[in-house]
C-alpha cells in the first residue's frame, strides 16, 4: 500500500516559469508535510514542510499549498531557475515521529534555460 | 544549520565482505537517527531507526542480522552491511533530528562487486 502518491514523475519547465508538484496521502494520522530537494549523489536536503494548521506556506521562492479535507499538498516552485533542476520528494510523517517518514516516488525537475 | 555527516560517500567491497558506514551529528546530539536505502531513481525507503544505548529497530523486511546498526553514543550511528552481495548494492542515507528539523547525511554510494 502506497502511503503517498507523488506526480508527475518528471517535470520540464522553462526559466522563469512555475513548477508544480502534487503529492497525496492517505494516512489521516499524518501531520507533518516536508518536501525534499536531491541532487544526484547527494542527500535530500529539506526545502520546506507544513503542518495541518495551516492552508500555505511560503519561503521565497517555495510554496507549499495544503488541502486537509482532499489529503494532498503540493509545492510550487515561482520564476524556476536552471538551478532548481534536480528531484524532489515529498514526504508524510506523525510529527513526534517525523524520522519514520514515508516519502513520495520522487519527481525530477528539468529547468531549461 | 544542523550538520550530518555521513563516510564515506563511496565504496567498493568484495561479495561476502562487510562494510561500515558512519553517521556523526556535528554540532547536535542527537538520540535517534534513521537509516534510509535508495535504489537508483527510486525513493527513499526507511530501513531501521537507531536508538542510542538501545537496540536499533527494523522495518518490516529488513534483515537485521544483515544490516548491524550501532548507536553507541549521541554523536555516531553505524550501519553495518554484513556478508555483503551484489542486490546490496544501494545508496544508504541517514538521518537525524535537530532543532528545525530533521537533516539528512549526504549518503554513501555502496557497490558490491
Known amino acids: 500500500q502506497q502511503q503517498v502518491k507523488q506526480s508527475p514523475q518528471s517535470l520540464i519547465v522553462q526559466k522563469g516559469g512555475i513548477s508544480i508538484i502534487n503529492c497525496a496521502y492517505e494516512?489521516?494520522?499524518?501531520?507533518?508535510f516536508p518536501w525534499y530537494q536531491q541532487f544526484p549523489g547527494k542527500g535530500p536536503a529539506l526545502l520546506i514542510a507544513?503542518?495541518?494548521?495551516?492552508s500555505e506556506k511560503k519561503e521565497g521562492r517555495f510554496t507549499i499549498s495544503f488541502n486537509k479535507s482532499a489529503k494532498q499538498f503540493s509545492l510550487h516552485i515561482m520564476d524556476s531557475q536552471p538551478g532548481d533542476s534536480a528531484t524532489y520528494f515529498c514526504?508524510?510523517?506523525?510529527?513526534?515521529?517525523?524520522?519514520?517518514?514515508?516519502f513520495g516516488d520522487g519527481t525530477t525537475l528539468t529547468v531549461k534555460p | 544549520g544542523a550538520v550530518v555527516s555521513q563516510h564515506p560517500s563511496r565504496v567498493i567491497c568484495k561479495s561476502g565482505t562487510s562494510v561500515k558506514i558512519e553517521c556523526r551529528s556535528l554540532?547536535?546530539?542527537?538520540?535517534?537517527m534513521f537509516w534510509y536505502r535508495q535504489f537508483p531513481k527510486q525513493s527513499l525507503m526507511l530501513m531501521a531507526t537507531?536508538?542510542?544505548?538501545?537496540?536499533?529497530?527494523?522495518e518490516q523486511g529488513v534483515e537485521k542480522d544483515k544490516f548491524l546498526i550501532n548507536h553507541a553514543s549521541l554523536t555516531l550511528s553505524t550501519l553495518t552491511v554484513t556478508s555483503a552481495h551484489p542486490e546490496d548494492s544501494s545508496f544508504y542515507i541517514c538521518?537525524?533530528?535537530?532543532?528545525?528539523?530533521?537533516?539528512f547525511g549526504s549518503g554513501t554510494r555502496l557497490t558490491v562487486v
Open positions: 538521518s537525524a533530528r535537530e532543532q528545525n528539523g530533521y537533516t
Open positions: 494516512n489521516t494520522a499524518f501531520d507533518y
Open positions: 514526504a508524510a510523517s506523525i510529527w513526534t515521529n517525523a524520522g519514520k517518514s514515508t
Open positions: 507544513i503542518r495541518p494548521d495551516v
Open positions: 537507531s536508538n542510542e544505548g538501545s537496540k536499533a529497530t527494523y
Open positions: 554540532d547536535f546530539q542527537a538520540t535517534t
